[in-house]
C-alpha cells in the first residue's frame, strides 16, 4: 500500500497564492490518479480537482481558473498550486490516490481508496 503525506499547508491573505505537496511513500505514483479534496469544520469534504495517471486533469468548479494540479514524476510527487486565494478557500487539504480515475463525473470521496492526513489552509480577508 500507498502512504500520503501532504506538505504546504499556511495561512495566507485574500488573493494570495501557496503551493501544496503530496508525496507517495512509494514509487507507485506514476499508475495512480491523484485528487485534491477539501474540508471546512462542519462541512463536507469537496473534491478540488484530480489528475490521472496519463496526465488528464479535472477541475472542480470552485477552483477553476486559480488553481493547478500537477504531478513531478521524477520525485513521486503531486502538486496543487492555488492562486488567487479566497477565504472560502479554507479548508482542510487532502490528497488522495486512487487506481484510474474516469471522469465520468465528479469525482467523489468514496472513489479514492488512499488518503493522507491533510495539511491546514487558512485564507485571510
Known amino acids: 500500500q500507498i502512504q500520503l503525506v501532504e506538505s504546504g499547508g499556511d495561512s495566507a491573505p485574500a488573493g494570495g497564492s501557496l503551493t501544496l505537496s503530496c508525496a507517495p511513500s512509494?514509487?507507485?505514483?506514476?499508475?495512480?490518479?491523484m485528487g485534491w479534496f477539501r474540508q471546512a469544520p462542519g462541512k463536507e469534504r469537496d473534491w478540488v480537482a484530480a489528475i490521472n495517471s496519463d496526465g488528464t486533469i479535472k477541475y472542480a468548479e470552485s477552483g477553476k481558473g486559480r488553481f493547478t494540479i500537477s504531478r513531478n514524476n521524477a520525485n513521486n510527487t503531486v502538486y496543487l498550486q492555488m492562486n488567487s486565494l479566497k477565504p472560502e478557500d479554507s479548508a482542510r487539504y487532502y490528497c488522495?490516490?486512487?487506481?484510474?480515475?474516469?471522469?465520468?463525473?465528479?469525482?467523489?470521496?468514496?472513489?479514492?481508496?488512499?488518503w493522507g492526513q491533510g495539511t491546514q489552509v487558512a485564507v485571510s480577508s
Open positions: 488522495a490516490a486512487e487506481l484510474t480515475c474516469y471522469f465520468t463525473g465528479s469525482p467523489a470521496e468514496a472513489d479514492f481508496y488512499y
Open positions: 512509494t514509487y507507485s505514483y506514476n499508475t495512480y490518479c
